[in-house]
């Protein structure tokens, strides 16, 4: 089931508890949690409607902005097939989150091992996983082709094997490319395998960016942009007007920085804005 950042987002921040799809059967099962770029999504109610049951509350609690838009927007495409009404939640963060950032024991670790030694085994192309994961960590952020044409594979198949290793909490996606967990820098180094990457400085501390799409990702980082923190030495101006970032982008750094404690420099919310107190 294919959601909008913006409908994410406002799931996330409990705007949105509907949505209205055409199918001719039901695609999602009831407590279901779909992996999103916000989190998790769980899929509270399916059932199916006639159209004229809709009311303007449901285009409301479906983000659209008015009972006619929803019905126009469901009468665009397979206007034959019935209409399911599906209820949402947020369900929390991904839990693969956690695990990114849990290191493994000695005894984990040999168990990651035998799992990526079946995988290597069962690849009709050849072992994959260590060389994957090292070139993540030698090329953080780059994108997906660029990474597949340096294996010899295809665009999809070194997805595909990305993902199974993103299941494991070894690597993460972002906005552009990938990079290494911490887990998945452990499994390495316990290993023993060369790390190009082995002397890069660390990151610096802070709250990384939000999921923000490539454009704005890339115009925030060419400006050596990574951090919320940084984000908030800015006014909304000034990042609004680097080539790539949009509304969408805006509204959605506005939301981290405030979850964050934080605000652009020229929010009157901004800590640097707010009067001392005596």
């Known amino acids: 089931m294919l959601m909008r950042p913006a409908e994410l987002a406002a799931i996330r921040a409990g705007d949105i508890d509907l949505a209205f799809r055409r199918w001719d059967q039901p695609r999602v099962k009831v407590g279901t949690r779909m992996r999103t770029a916000v989190g998790l999504v769980e899929i509270t109610s399916v059932d199916r409607v006639p159209v004229k049951s809709l009311t303007a509350a449901d285009a409301r609690r479906a983000g659209t902005g008015s009972l006619a838009a929803l019905r126009q927007g469901l009468d665009r495409v397979h206007a034959d097939r019935p209409i399911y009404r599906i209820g949402l939640r947020y369900a929390g963060t991904d839990p693969r989150?956690?695990?990114r950032e849990t290191l493994p024991d000695a005894a984990e670790i040999d168990a990651i091992g035998t799992w990526l030694d079946r995988l290597d085994r069962a690849s009709p192309t050849g072992p994959w996983t260590r060389a994957t994961l090292l070139l993540i960590d030698e090329l953080p952020a780059t994108r997906a082709p660029e990474l597949a044409r340096r294996m010899g594979r295809d665009t999809p198949s070194f997805k595909q094997n990305v993902r199974k290793l993103k299941?494991?909490?070894?690597?993460?996606?972002?906005?552009?490319?990938?990079?290494?967990s911490p887990r998945g820098a452990a499994v390495l180094d316990r290993e023993g395998h060369p790390r190009v990457a082995g002397d890069r400085?660390?990151?610096?501390?802070?709250?990384?960016?939000?999921h923000l799409g490539a454009p704005a990702t890339r115009a925030l980082t060419e400006r050596g942009v990574v951090r919320l923190e940084q984000v908030a030495e800015l006014s909304a101006a000034e990042v609004q007007?680097?080539?790539?970032v949009g509304p969408y982008a805006l509204r959605h750094l506005r939301a981290a920085l405030d979850a964050a404690g934080l605000a652009f420099r020229d929010d009157p919310d901004a800590p640097s804005a707010r009067p001392a107190s005596s």
């Open 97 to 99: 989150q956690a695990l």
């Open 167 to 180: 299941e494991r909490g070894l690597t993460e996606s972002l906005d552009i490319g990938y990079r290494l």
């Open 201 to 210: 400085p660390e990151p610096e501390p802070g709250t990384p960016l939000p």
């Open 241 to 244: 007007a680097l080539h790539g």
